[in-house]
């Protein structure tokens, strides 16, 4: 079935650092792919989207590069910032039963410090 | 708009007893879900519906039952708690309209324990 992988935080970076999260799936067909952020205390938000293969989905300075040949989409962003601290989540979409649901990945928290 | 509400925040229940746990969206969208959170699993579907009458069981509706009278309103209600019920629950909504490359809005979402 279809599936989402994604690496295990905590992730601790310094402000201004660079951020790699790493993001693969396993999927039939050519599902379009999701980072959502959680911030402390809130609901899911989509940060960045993309539908096809080789779409790069960017927002805020975070981007991810849909690579279809190695099934991955890794979030990236060159400078992080204290605000930036939250949990990452990785998704696909899946139809099934005629409704487009999203598959997450378990998460990765991510903590900013000055 | 509001977006998306839940109510209540957080709640706390003795095992066999039932709540129902309220969604609501403003956005006029037909597709709403429920997904529970837990810690190392992401968030896992629970149930969802593509309008108002519909509706379907996703990964995890075990325990759990839903219905949808109006647009608006997606309600669901867990009928004799249990202690692994424990979690944050999450309503979300979407237009249902671009196969599958949609924005999910979620709500801010209820975390639940059960004793």
């Known amino acids: 079935g279809n599936s989402v992988t994604q690496m295990e935080g905590p992730v601790t970076l310094s402000e201004e650092a660079f951020l790699t999260i790493n993001c693969t799936y396993t999927?039939?067909?050519?599902?379009?792919l999701f980072w959502y952020v959680q911030y402390p205390g809130e609901g899911l938000q989509l940060l960045l989207k993309?539908?096809?293969?080789?779409d790069k989905g960017s927002n805020k300075g975070f981007e991810a590069t849909y690579r279809k040949e190695t099934t991955s989409f890794h979030l990236e962003k060159g400078s992080v910032q204290v605000s930036d601290s939250a949990v990452y989540f990785c998704?696909?979409?899946?139809?099934?039963?005629?409704?487009?649901?999203?598959?997450f990945g378990a998460g990765t928290r991510l903590a900013v410090h000055p | 708009n509001a977006g998306v509400t839940q109510t209540p925040k957080f709640q706390v229940l003795k095992t066999g007893q039932s709540m129902t746990l309220q969604c609501a969206q403003d956005?006029?969208?037909?597709?709403m879900s429920w997904y529970r959170q837990d810690p190392g699993m992401g968030l896992r579907l629970i149930h969802y519906?593509?309008?108002?009458?519909?509706?379907d069981q996703g990964e995890v509706p075990n325990g759990y039952n839903v219905s949808r009278s109006t647009t608006e309103d997606f309600p669901l209600r867990l009928l004799s708690a249990a202690p692994s019920q424990t979690s944050v629950y999450f309503c979300?909504?979407?237009?249902?309209?671009?196969?599958?490359?949609?924005?999910?809005?979620f709500g801010p979402g209820t975390r639940l324990l059960v004793l």
């Open positions: 999927a039939t067909g050519y599902p379009s």
């Open positions: 956005m006029n969208h037909e597709y």
């Open positions: 998704a696909l979409s899946s139809i099934s039963g005629g409704y487009n649901k999203l598959i």
């Open positions: 979300a909504s979407s237009t249902g309209l671009a196969g599958g490359r949609e924005t999910q809005y």
């Open positions: 519906s593509v309008g108002a009458g519909i509706t």
């Open positions: 993309a539908t096809k293969a080789d």
